[in-house]
Structure formats: C-alpha cells, structure tokens
C-alpha cells in the first residue's frame, strides 16, 4: 500500500519569505510521480508542480521548488517570495500505478 | 469552457431524495475520477473510468452510482445518501491511465460540488 504523510497540519509565513512544506511518502514501486497541489479556499485544486521519481534533478515552477529526496522517500515544497494569495491548503500527492494518493494537508497562512 | 466543470457547485438534499452531480473536461483526456473531500480527511479516491471503463471503485456504498457515457462526461448519481455523505465532491480527469509502463499523467480539478444532506 502506499501512503503519504504531511505532519506540519498548518504553517504561516511571512509576506516576502520563505517556507517549506514537508512530505513523506512510501511505496514499493520504483516508477511513480509526486505532486503539490494548492486548494485555495476557492476549493479549486490547482497542480502547483511534479516531480518524475527516475528524474534526479529538482523540479522548479517559477517561486515553487521541490526537495525530492528518494532514498529518504521524502518530497518538500518551498515556496519563494510567499504572496498573500499563496494562502491556502497544499495537498502532497503520490501517483503510481492507476491510483493518486493524497497526504492530509497542510494550511498554509500568508501574513501580510 | 476550459477545463474541467462540475454542476452544480452546491446542492442541498433530503436522504430520500435522488440527484446527480455531472462533470465535464475541456482537456482530451481519457481518464475521469471521482473523489470525497470532508473536513480533516484526505481526499479519498471513489471511483476512475479510463476510455469509459470504470477500473476502480474503493469500497464506495452503491447508494453512489457513477456514469461514464463519454471520455468527456462523468456523472455521480446519489440516492438515499446519509448525513455523513456530505462533503465536497471532486472530479478530475487525465491522459489516459498507462498500461504496465505506459505514461502516468497528472490530474485536472474541477471545482467541486458542496453536498449537503440533510
């Protein structure tokens, strides 16, 4: 089975800092895809980024970038510059096989 | 349209009533997914239809009952549902599911139905 573990439940963050979200993960398959995804309270689920498991490198989105550790099996999300409007609940996600696993959430606040 | 759509965004409804939420993506793609969103629990997976083909229902109650007529339309039809059913109900679609090592895809939201039921 895999599972997908955020134990930060809720964060705040000042305008114009930085913030790193953690995520862990397990699964025994050796092909697979995470994700970060924001739901603002809109409740829209908006993809922030992905990151390919065989892919070394880090994967970047503008002020959004990843730490994928694989060994570690752990995947955080910083985010650059925070802006107001990146207040919302960011969702870690694990896709392999025909299933998307979603970790509990983290709140993230952005304090003006 | 663009995207992915859900109808209606809140619905409120009496446990003998029958209704259906639809769905709808703009994004050609093959695969559409139901999922339950309630407060302080992950999203949980309902049920996934890759080319019109439902390939997995999680254990889900047959008081939900999903349709897939299309690649492009999903329906979640509801019948005596009880109050711990509400919750937010998401769709998302995809490229379609791999196959063993074909491409895994990442999925599209749409915005969600707020059910009630009272």
């Known amino acids: 089975a895999q599972t997908v573990t955020q134990s930060q439940p809720e964060m705040s963050v000042q305008e114009a800092e930085t913030v790193t979200l953690s995520c862990t993960y397990d699964?025994?398959?050796?092909?697979?895809?995470l994700f970060w995804y924001k739901q603002p309270p809109s409740r829209q689920m908006i993809l922030v980024i992905r990151?390919?498991?065989?892919?070394?490198q880090n994967a970047t989105e503008n002020r959004f970038s990843v730490n994928f550790q694989k060994a570690a099996k752990s995947f955080s999300l910083k985010i650059s510059d925070s802006q107001l409007g990146d207040t919302a609940m960011y969702f870690c996600?694990?896709?392999?096989?025909?299933?998307?696993?979603f970790g509990s959430g983290t709140q993230l606040t952005v304090l003006p | 349209e663009t995207g992915v759509t859900q109808t209606p965004r809140h619905l409120v409804m009496g446990m003998t009533n029958k209704k259906s939420l639809k769905c709808e993506q703009h994004?050609?793609?093959?695969?559409m997914y139901w999922y339950k969103q309630s407060a302080k629990k992950p999203l949980e997976l309902m049920f996934v239809y890759n080319f019109k083909e439902q390939t997995e229902n999680n254990s889900v109650p047959s008081r939900f009952s999903p349709e897939c007529p299309n690649s492009s339309h999903l329906f979640l039809h509801l019948h005596t549902l009880q109050p711990e059913d509400s919750a937010l109900y998401l769709c998302a679609s995809s490229q379609r599911l791999g196959l063993a090592g074909g491409r895994l895809r990442e999925q599209y939201f749409g915005p969600g139905t707020r059910l009630t039921v009272t």
């Open positions: 994004l050609g793609h093959n695969a």
């Open positions: 990151q390919e498991a065989y892919k070394q």
């Open positions: 699964t025994s398959e050796s092909n697979y895809y």
């Open positions: 996600a694990l896709l392999q096989a025909r299933q998307l696993t």
